[in-house]
């Protein structure tokens, strides 16, 4: 007995080839559609992974109510700006402090200078200058009082004086500082002076006087004159 052979059809292949393609068409569409499966998970895992807070507006300016300094230091209205304007025009105890005058001046910071003629003819007068100078580091103020006095002698007898008359006195007062002095400027005509503002008409002899400026607390200053006939 001949066995049995199965044959094909002439161009038709045998029809375990088509089951064979049949399959790995549906397993490339099974690997399809899990693919698809699989992108539309991950898509969704993505959405749904979003930090809400990226869109979010920041939490001080959606919860946390204004800071503290910004109430203090909100805008005056009408009345408070007029009042915080008046009170800006008040001086400040700084400037008071700075504005205030200088304390008086030590006697022991003050040097007395004094310049006149060496020599005082008949009919002549001399003309002295008194200089205060602050000797100190610091300003002070000097006053011309009762303190300072002006003096001309001649041995122990006192020939004239500002004691005699307060018009012939220097006054004022003067703010110093360091280094600066204050002047004053007198002219003798050779003659004594008396109480009440008064001269003896009689003019002075010859002879060597001594001008003295004084002032309590100080050096006095001299200056030697030779009065000729």
């Known amino acids: 007995m001949e066995p049995d052979v199965r044959r094909t059809a002439p161009g038709r292949l045998p029809e375990r080839v088509y089951w064979f393609r049949r ?39 959606q919860t946390s109510s204004p ?7 909100a805008l ?7 009042a ?3 009170a800006s025009l008040e ?8 504005s205030a005058p200088p304390a008086g001046c030590d006697p022991a910071v003050l040097t007395l200078t ?40 001649s041995g122990t007898d006192e020939i004239w004086s500002t004691s005699d008359c307060a018009q012939w006195a220097p006054t004022g007062t003067h703010a110093l500082a360091a280094g600066a002095a204050a ?14 503002c008064k001269v003896v008409p009689s003019t002075l002899g010859s002879g060597t006087y001594v001008a ?10 001299q200056l030697i004159m030779l009065l000729t006939a």
């Not at 992108?39 to 979003?50: D, F, Q």
Request: with cysteine.
């Open 23 to 61: 399959a790995v068409v549906l397993i490339a569409l099974a690997l399809v559609i899990a693919l698809v499966m699989w992108l539309v998970s991950l898509a969704g895992g993505s959405r749904s992974g979003t930090p809400t807070t990226s869109n979010a507006a920041p939490p001080t300016t």
């Open 67 to 73: 800071p503290a300094s910004l109430e203090a230091t």
């Open 76 to 82: 005056p209205g009408p009345a408070s700006s007029s």
């Open 84 to 86: 915080s304007a008046s």
């Open 91 to 98: 001086p400040s105890a700084s400037a008071a402090t700075t």
């Open 114 to 153: 004094l310049t006149g003629p060496g020599i005082v003819k008949a009919g002549t007068t001399a003309q002295f200058t008194v200089t205060v100078t602050n000797s100190g580091s610091d300003s002070c103020t000097f006053a011309f009082d009762s303190r300072f006095s002006f003096t001309i002698v």
């Open 183 to 196: 002047t004053w400027q007198t002219t003798w005509d050779r003659h004594r002076s008396q109480a009440t």
């Open 212 to 221: 003295n400026a004084r002032y309590t607390g100080a050096a006095t200053a």
